[in-house]
């Protein structure tokens, strides 16, 4: 007896035609009208009941074919050469199927990715669940952010985080070398990939003198720039690049699977050099992202719990009939600027690529008037050593 797959793949090669079929259904019959003669009936009685009892011949010839093993493909294979057919017959109704099939499968796919980038695949940073986004949030601006006047006093004073960080944002650089190019540069604080968990897969990080106004110009450039502009030239560290007519110097290579918290697209991540002494001064100050890492064993719901002094006294510089408006936010980073982005009302297939706009193009357009007096919550209540910070004194006078 031949093994079932054998058989199944025979019946590829041997078929019965329509014909052998239904000279073999007939034969069924005959013998059934012989039989009825044998029994003593007339040739046309023995044929009407031989009819009743053998049935429709269209029916049984159906239930043939169907145990066929190969049925269901040689129907699928009639359904295709039937839509071939109707398709010739009506090309510019075909077209108008076709295109629209292919509109809407690249739709999906696309923003299937995007979706996925964005809510299910996790960050590629090392535990990410440790990883969450501080700031406040306002009306003013679509996600949490921080203020260069109070960035600072937030990073000294916080306890629930084993580091904390912070950016400013994309803006397009441009590579004036030989063959020039447009990049989109990210400006980072000293030790945001380590706060991250990423380590270059070629030279490192950047330090805390390259992070101070007027130091030399450094830059980690991403592995898609080091892949299409150097070939991964493994000699690539130290090489100089000349970004908006300033020689950086390469330090580091980002791993491929590198993404920016935000989910903005970055070239090359330098420096932001702010100065701290002007930022803690300023009023409000330059617009950050922070970022932090979860002490182990601290949620979420601890590190906003034990944020709110400091949270406190920053609202106390808001404006009085804006303070109902600003909250404190803690939140997996994950997913903190992402949801925005997908729950975001102007949300589309056009807008989802780049995903967000990029932060820095809101870094200037925040403004609050001068900020009121510090009260009893104020960070020097906090801690032990010092006092009140000088910029502090310089909100004594009332708005």
């Known amino acids: 007896m031949l093994p079932e797959w054998l058989t199944r793949i025979r019946f590829f090669f041997i078929r019965k035609q329509r014909a052998d079929l239904d000279e073999e259904l007939r034969f069924h019959l005959d013998q059934l009208v012989q039989q009825g003669i044998a029994a003593g009936s007339s040739p046309e009685e023995?044929?009407?009941?031989?009819?009743?009892?053998?049935?429709?011949?269209?029916?049984?010839?159906?239930?043939?074919?169907?145990?066929?093993?190969?049925?269901?493909?040689?129907?699928?294979?009639?359904?295709?050469?039937?839509?071939?057919?109707?398709c010739l017959r009506n090309p510019t109704f075909a077209l108008a199927v076709l295109l629209t099939f292919t509109l809407g499968i690249g739709a999906t796919t696309a923003v299937f990715s995007v979706v996925d980038r964005i809510?299910?695949?996790?960050?590629?940073?090392?535990?990410?669940?440790?990883?969450?986004?501080?700031?406040?949030?306002?009306?003013?601006?679509?996600?949490?952010?921080?203020?260069?006047?109070?960035?600072?006093?937030?990073?000294?004073?916080?306890?629930?985080?084993?580091?904390?960080?912070?950016?400013?944002?994309?803006?397009?650089?441009?590579?004036?070398?030989?063959?020039?190019?447009?990049?989109?540069?990210?400006?980072?604080?000293?030790?945001?990939?380590?706060?991250?968990?990423?380590?270059?897969?070629r030279g490192r990080n950047f330090t805390r003198d390259e992070d101070l106004p007027n130091s030399s110009k450094v830059a980690v450039i991403t592995d898609h720039l080091w892949r299409e502009r150097f070939n991964r030239d493994p000699s690539v560290l130290n090489k100089l690049l000349?970004?908006?007519?300033?020689?950086?110097?390469?330090?580091?290579?980002?791993?491929?699977?590198?993404?920016?918290?935000?989910?903005?697209?970055?070239?090359?991540?330098?420096?932001?050099?702010?100065?701290?002494?002007?930022?803690r001064k300023a009023e409000p100050g330059r617009v950050m992202y922070a970022f932090a890492r979860l002490k182990p064993g601290v949620s979420i719901e601890d590190a906003t719990k034990q944020l709110q002094p400091v949270f406190n006294y920053s609202l106390s510089l808001a404006p009085?009939?804006?303070?109902?408006?600003?909250?404190?936010?803690?939140?997996?980073?994950?997913?903190?600027?992402?949801?925005?982005?997908?729950?975001?009302?102007?949300?589309?297939?056009?807008?989802?690529?780049?995903?967000?706009?990029?932060?820095?193009?809101?870094?200037?357009?925040?403004?609050w008037p001068v900020p009121p007096p510090a009260n009893a919550n104020s960070p020097s209540a906090l801690r032990s050593e010092p006092a009140v910070p000088a910029w502090f004194s310089n909100h004594s006078s009332k708005p």
């Open 46 to 86: 023995a044929r009407r009941r031989a009819a009743l009892e053998f049935g429709s011949v269209e029916a049984a010839r159906e239930q043939t074919v169907a145990q066929r093993p190969t049925h269901r493909l040689e129907s699928v294979f009639t359904d295709f050469r039937y839509a071939v057919r109707g």
């Open 119 to 201: 809510l299910f695949r996790p960050l590629p940073y090392a535990q990410p669940e440790r990883l969450v986004s501080v700031g406040l949030t306002a009306p003013i601006i679509p996600t949490e952010f921080m203020l260069g006047g109070s960035y600072y006093d937030w990073r000294d004073h916080q306890q629930p985080f084993q580091s904390f960080t912070s950016e400013t944002g994309t803006d397009p650089c441009d590579l004036t070398e030989e063959n020039p190019a447009r990049l989109i540069c990210a400006h980072v604080e000293a030790n945001f990939l380590s706060t991250l968990g990423v380590a270059p897969i």
């Open 242 to 279: 000349t970004l908006d007519g300033q020689p950086t110097r390469i330090v580091g290579v980002l791993p491929a699977s590198f993404e920016l918290p935000t989910l903005d697209t970055a070239d090359v991540l330098v420096p932001q050099a702010l100065d701290e002494a002007a930022q």
């Open 320 to 367: 009085p009939q804006f303070r109902s408006e600003v909250h404190l936010l803690v939140r997996a980073s994950a997913t903190a600027r992402s949801m925005t982005c997908v729950l975001s009302p102007g949300f589309s297939l056009a807008s989802s690529l780049p995903c967000c706009s990029s932060p820095a193009q809101t870094s200037s357009a925040f403004s």
